[in-house]
C-alpha cells in the first residue's frame, strides 16, 4: 500500500533562509509524486509534480523538488523563502498502472511559518 | 482560468441530519473525486467518479455517504446522517484523463 510520511508538521525559517520541507513515500510501482500548497481559507494548489524524465523538478514560486528512489525522497526546497510563502504544504503520491483512477494519498502537511 | 467552485463553503448542522456538498467540476473535465481532511489530521481519499458510476472507493466512504452527478455540470456528496466525526473540511476535485487533479476551496462542514 502506498503512503506518505512528511517530517515535521510545523517548520519555521527567516524570510530569505532555505526552505526544506521533507518528504518519503512508500509504494509498490513507480509512483507520481505531487506537492500542494494550501494557503489560509482557501483550497488546494499544485506546486509540482513529477511523473517521469528528469527527477529534479521545478514547479511555482521557485519551489523545486528532487525524486530520489535510492531515498524513496521527494523534498520541497526553495533558495529563499518570502513572508508569502507561509502557507501549509501537502507531499502525495498517486501509483499508476494498475487501475488506479490517480487518486491521491497525502500525507499529514507542513505547515510553514515565515519570520520576518 | 477555469476553476472547481464548491458550495457551500461552510455548513453547520445538527447530528443526525442529512447534508449535500455541491460541486461544480471544470468543465471539461472527466474524473471527479471528493476528499475530507479533518481539522489537524491529513487529507483523504474519500470517492472517485468516472462515467456516471463509482470507480473507486474508501474505507471511509461507507453506506452513510453517496455521490451523485445530477446533471452535466453538479457533482454531489450526500452524507445522510451526520455524525459528530463527520466534521471536516471537504475537497472536490476534478481531473481530465491523465492530467493533474484540479481541487475546489472546500466545504467546512460543522456537525453539533
Known amino acids: 500500500a502506498q503512503s506518505v510520511t512528511q517530517l515535521g508538521s510545523h517548520v519555521s525559517v527567516s524570510e530569505g533562509a532555505l526552505v526544506l520541507l521533507r518528504c518519503n513515500y512508500s509504494?509498490?510501482?513507480?509512483?507520481?509524486l505531487f506537492w500542494y500548497v494550501q494557503y489560509p481559507n482557501q483550497g488546494l494548489q499544485l506546486l509540482l509534480k513529477?511523473?517521469?524524465?528528469?527527477?529534479l523538478v521545478k514547479g511555482i514560486n521557485g519551489f523545486e523538488a528532487e525524486f530520489k528512489k535510492s531515498e524513496t525522497s521527494f523534498h520541497l526546497t526553495k533558495p529563499s523563502a518570502h513572508m508569502s510563502d507561509a502557507a501549509e504544504y501537502f507531499c502525495?503520491?498517486?501509483?499508476?498502472?494498475?487501475?488506479?483512477?490517480?487518486?491521491?494519498?497525502f500525507g499529514k502537511g507542513t505547515k510553514l511559518s515565515v519570520k520576518p | 482560468e477555469p476553476e472547481v467552485t464548491q458550495t457551500p463553503s461552510h455548513q453547520v448542522t445538527q447530528m443526525g441530519q442529512e447534508v449535500i456538498l455541491r460541486c461544480v467540476p471544470i468543465?471539461?473535465?472527466?474524473?471527479f473525486y471528493w476528499y475530507r481532511q479533518i481539522l489537524g489530521q491529513k487529507v483523504e481519499f474519500l470517492v472517485s467518479?468516472?462515467?456516471?458510476?463509482?470507480?473507486?472507493k474508501s474505507e471511509i466512504f461507507d453506506d452513510q455517504f453517496s455521490v451523485e452527478r445530477p446533471d452535466g455540470s453538479n457533482f454531489t456528496l450526500k452524507i445522510r446522517s451526520t455524525k459528530l466525526e463527520d466534521s471536516a473540511m471537504y475537497f472536490c476535485?476534478?481531473?481530465?484523463?491523465?492530467?493533474?487533479?484540479?481541487f475546489g476551496e472546500g466545504s467546512r462542514l460543522t456537525v453539533l
Open positions: 509504494s509498490s510501482v513507480p509512483p507520481y
Open positions: 513529477y511523473t517521469t524524465g528528469a527527477t
Open positions: 476535485a476534478s481531473r481530465i484523463s491523465s492530467g493533474e487533479l484540479f
Open positions: 467518479f468516472y462515467n456516471n458510476e463509482i470507480s473507486e
Open positions: 468543465s471539461n473535465h472527466l474524473y
Open positions: 502525495a503520491v498517486s501509483e499508476v498502472g494498475r487501475g488506479s483512477q490517480g487518486n491521491l494519498i
